[in-house]
């Protein structure tokens, strides 16, 4: 496996990404390995923190729960539920700093081992460019 860098370990450009986490929409639907996926979890925020890639992480509140926003002249419109239906909508992620699409791949691949599911990882557009 590829050696994770980070702006402590190399002194160059950092980015941002977003590892995105995807899992079934039912709420009920909790994995028997719960605790142990959540013991995973909290090392992987402990090694980010560590290595001064963490930005920001957190779970989501079921889709269903969720609120759509839609400017209008006079004010805004407000529609409950999700913007779009999915299979497997969003349920959690993290905001990492590094240095290379590879090193957060890297990161991702330790996630998906932790929870034993796929992560999308994407760069955030840089402001500057």
Same mark, same amino acid.
């Given at each position: 496996?590829?050696?994770?860098?980070?702006?402590?370990?190399?002194?160059?450009?950092?980015?941002?990404?977003?590892?995105?986490?995807?899992?079934?929409?039912d709420?009920?639907?909790?994995?028997a390995?719960?605790?142990?996926?959540?013991? &995973?979890?909290?090392a992987?925020? $402990? *090694?980010?923190?560590?290595a001064d890639?963490?930005?920001?992480?957190?779970?989501l +509140?079921? !889709?269903?729960?969720?609120r759509?926003?839609?400017?209008?002249?006079?004010?805004?419109?407000?529609?409950? &539920?999700?913007?779009?239906?999915? $299979? *497997?909508p969003?349920?959690?992620?993290?905001?990492?700093?590094t240095?290379?699409m +590879?090193? !957060?791949?890297?990161?991702?691949?330790?996630?998906?081992?932790?929870?034993?599911?796929?992560?999308?990882?994407?760069?955030?557009?840089?402001?500057?460019?």
């Amino acid at each position: 496996m590829m050696a994770i860098r980070t702006a402590r370990s190399t002194g160059v450009h950092v980015s941002e990404y977003l590892l995105s986490i995807y899992h079934s929409p039912d709420p009920e639907a909790v994995p028997a390995n719960r605790a142990e996926m959540m013991a &995973g979890v909290a090392a992987l925020n $402990e *090694e980010l923190h560590a290595a001064d890639a963490w930005v920001h992480a957190g779970g989501l +509140e079921p !889709a269903g729960r969720a609120r759509v926003i839609t400017a209008t002249t006079d004010g805004f419109t407000a529609t409950d &539920g999700p913007y779009l239906a999915a $299979e *497997e909508p969003m349920g959690g992620f993290w905001m990492i700093r590094t240095d290379s699409m +590879e090193s !957060a791949s890297a990161w991702a691949a330790k996630a998906s081992a932790v929870l034993g599911i796929a992560i999308e990882v994407r760069a955030i557009q840089d402001p500057n460019q």
